[in-house]
């Protein structure tokens, strides 16, 4: 049964902490997409990846949030300096990259960050 | 900016009643979503829906994506207590391949 796996899934540190979460995709998914969830904004997508090129990040703080994809099987995000702002829960989605509008993201468990 | 309103924000229910989640928006969509958000865990997807009109059932989840493909509906009948959950809709524009836009969520309690 292939799942996205995300790890750590509980992280607590203290602010200006670096942070950085990681994301295995199911394995021959070519689009992986970072999303974060709160209960004020709900599920907003932050950083989204095809074929491991960023193609749309319009989500993210620029100035302390980056993404990369150093391979096909991983997936980083990193927060430096962290901020109690960003405490939240991360989630990692990958797919099939389908070329319509029909295509199944599936989700990773997430990581809950909380910055102190 | 494209933003998917739900109703009602929260619903508790009792186990065998019947309910509907509405998903609304001003702009059109090439195609609709829902999903599924347990506790603890990621969403997971229930049905896409694409054209205008369109009606998908799953055992006793009914979804309808509107004529302009702006609203969508999501009717459980008889819902049992491994309904409850929170229920995410969420739009594809015209943005480019699968940028999800998700809605504000519903929260459902089914007691038993």
């Known amino acids: 049964d292939a799942r996205v796996t995300q790890t750590p899934r509980h992280k607590v540190t203290e602010m200006g902490q670096e942070v950085t979460m990681r994301c295995q995709p199911i394995?021959?998914?070519?689009?992986v997409f970072w999303y974060r969830q709160t209960m004020m904004q709900g599920l907003e997508l932050l950083a989204y990846?095809?074929?491991?090129?960023?193609?749309?990040d319009s989500g993210m703080p620029k100035d302390r949030f980056s993404a990369e994809m150093p391979d096909a099987t991983l997936a980083t995000l990193k927060i430096q300096p962290s901020e109690p702002r960003d405490s939240a829960v991360y989630f990692c989605?990958?797919?099939?990259?389908?070329?319509?509008?029909?295509?199944?993201?599936?989700f990773g468990p997430g990581t809950r960050l909380t910055v102190l | 900016t494209q933003l998917l309103e739900q109703s009602p924000q929260f619903l508790s229910i009792q186990e065998g009643e019947n309910l509907t989640v509405y998903c609304n928006s001003s702009?059109?969509?090439?195609?609709l979503q829902w999903y599924r958000q347990e506790p603890g865990e990621g969403p997971v997807l229930l049905v896409t829906?694409?054209?205008?009109?369109e009606v998908k059932k799953l055992k006793r989840l009914t979804f309808q994506f509107g004529d302009a493909r702006k609203d969508s509906s999501l009717h459980i009948t008889a819902a049992q207590p491994g309904d409850t959950g929170l229920y995410l809709c969420?739009?594809?524009?015209?943005?480019?391949?699968?940028?999800?836009?998700f809605g504000t969520g519903t929260r459902l309690l089914v007691s038993p």
């Open positions: 969420a739009g594809a524009g015209n943005t480019g391949f699968q940028k999800l836009v």
């Open positions: 989605a990958s797919g099939q990259g389908l070329a319509d509008y029909t295509d199944t993201q599936y």
């Open positions: 829906v694409v054209t205008g009109g």
């Open positions: 990846f095809r074929n491991r090129a960023p193609l749309d």
């Open positions: 702009s059109v969509f090439s195609s």
């Open positions: 394995l021959g998914h070519n689009t």
